[in-house]
């Protein structure tokens, strides 16, 4: 199994860019895609009886204390990192994916590798660098990606962009 990393900061495509490239890639054989955050979001979903994609993850919850969801999960994670170690949802993702029911996966796509002791933790993996505009202020990227892909915003590009990633990892794969 490949681990294929997407390595930017929050709203840089990195979603878009992870269906589309799954989408190229099950041609090549099993795809999957996941997050490290995905148990934090799942429990904070199920704890509030909302639909994660649904929730506005900036507005203050009084259920929360007054914090957002996405405080709420970098409270959590942070919690996380200090009490069962920096790589602790690397390992948890690493595990489910080798539980994943009734199949064997080729491609395993992380839609959220922000941070450095999650990616170097990862085997067989792939980083990819996602760019854009405006987007990574302050970000830290990943000093050593096997690419990088520019976003500019528009959705035609990137999904011809996803396209040409898949023929690179691709390569690598074979």
């Known amino acids: 199994m490949m681990y294929i990393l997407l390595n930017g900061p929050i709203a840089s495509g990195r979603s878009e860019i992870a269906k589309e490239l799954c989408a190229s890639l099950t041609k090549l054989g099993p795809c999957a895609v996941d997050s490290f955050a995905s148990p934090l979001r799942h429990f904070v979903s199920t704890a509030l009886g909302d639909k994660y994609k649904e929730t506005d993850k900036e507005k203050a919850r009084p259920e929360l204390s007054g914090y957002s969801v996405n405080q709420w999960v970098r409270s959590l994670t942070n919690y996380m990192y200090v009490t069962y170690g920096e790589d602790v949802l690397a390992r948890l993702l690493i595990h489910r994916s ?66 040409k990633l898949s023929h690179a990892i691709s390569k690598v794969a074979l």
Not at 115 to 143: E, L
């Open 98 to 163: 080798l539980r994943w029911p009734n199949r064997t996966v080729r491609f395993y796509i992380v839609d959220d590798a922000e941070r450095p002791h999650d990616i170097v933790c990862m085997p067989n993996r792939f980083v990819v660098k996602v760019q854009r505009p405006f987007r990574d202020t302050g970000f830290v990227y990943h000093s050593m990606p096997h690419y990088t892909l520019n976003n500019n915003g528009n959705l035609s590009d990137l999904w011809v962009k996803a396209e």
